[in-house]
């Protein structure tokens, strides 16, 4: 079984400062995708940024990138220029990518992420 | 409207009620899903549909009953729940055209009984 381990429960950042969110998993699997979802308070969670294990090349999405590391099996956020708008839950997930798994995204518990003016 | 939408947002709950939660996708999916998401946990997932099959029950009580009579509407049917069951329902869909693919999330419903 995969398991997803986001070890920062809370976490702070003033306004326009950047800012890196850790996650770590653990799995036999070699065939599988990354994402990283936000949730702001009393809202829709959301997709921020997604990563397919066999591309070497970290993903990015305008001001929020990731450092993909696969031997290390980590998979860490960087917001950069960090907004008032990021204020958020931030979830670290794992899918499986072959095997008819149904394709379950596994998540991590959390990071609370907030952003001070 | 558009993207994913849950009613009701809210629900409070005795522990003899019958209730139903309900979603529906506008995104021309064909896989849905329902989660349960605790304080302090991780998001755990229930059930999944795909194409209207129920393909995984992740060891689900009975008293959670899903129903999907089509590919745009998934419905959580509750009955006799425990305090234990409050959370926040979150209902998700996925193209799943072919292979891995990114689930889109419903704002979700709030559960709390009583």
């Known amino acids: 079984a995969q398991t997803v381990t986001q070890s920062q429960p809370e976490m702070s950042v003033q306004e326009a400062e950047t800012v890196t969110l850790s996650c770590t998993y653990d799995?036999?699997?070699?065939?599988?995708?990354l994402f990283w979802y936000k949730q702001p308070p009393s809202r829709q969670m959301i997709l921020v940024i997604r990563?397919?294990?066999?591309?070497?090349q970290n993903a990015t999405e305008n001001r929020f990138s990731v450092n993909f590391q696969k031997a290390a099996k980590s998979f860490s956020l960087k917001i950069s220029d960090s907004q008032l708008g990021d204020t958020a839950m931030y979830f670290c997930?794992?899918?499986?990518?072959?095997?008819?798994?149904?394709?379950?995204?596994?998540f991590g518990k959390g990071t609370l992420l907030t952003v001070n003016p | 409207e558009t993207g994913v939408t849950q009613t009701p947002r809210h629900l409070v709950m005795g522990m003899t009620n019958k209730k139903s939660l309900k979603c529906e996708q506008h995104?021309?999916?064909?896989?849905m899903y329902w989660y349960k998401q605790s304080a302090k946990k991780p998001l755990e997932l229930m059930f999944v549909?795909?194409?209207?099959?129920?393909?995984e029950n992740n060891s689900v009580p009975s008293r959670f009953s899903p129903e999907c009579p089509n590919s745009s509407h998934l419905f959580l049917h509750l009955h006799t729940l425990q305090p234990e069951d409050s959370a926040l329902y979150l209902c998700?869909?996925?193209?799943?055209?072919?292979?891995?693919?990114?689930?889109?999330f419903g704002p979700g419903t709030r559960l709390t009984v009583l």
């Open positions: 998700a869909s996925s193209p799943r055209t072919s292979g891995p693919d990114t689930q889109y």
């Open positions: 799995t036999s699997e070699s065939n599988y995708y």
């Open positions: 990563q397919e294990a066999y591309k070497q």
């Open positions: 997930a794992f899918m499986k990518g072959s095997g008819g798994s149904n394709y379950k995204l596994t």
């Open positions: 995104l021309g999916h064909n896989a």
């Open positions: 549909y795909n194409f209207k099959e129920q393909t």
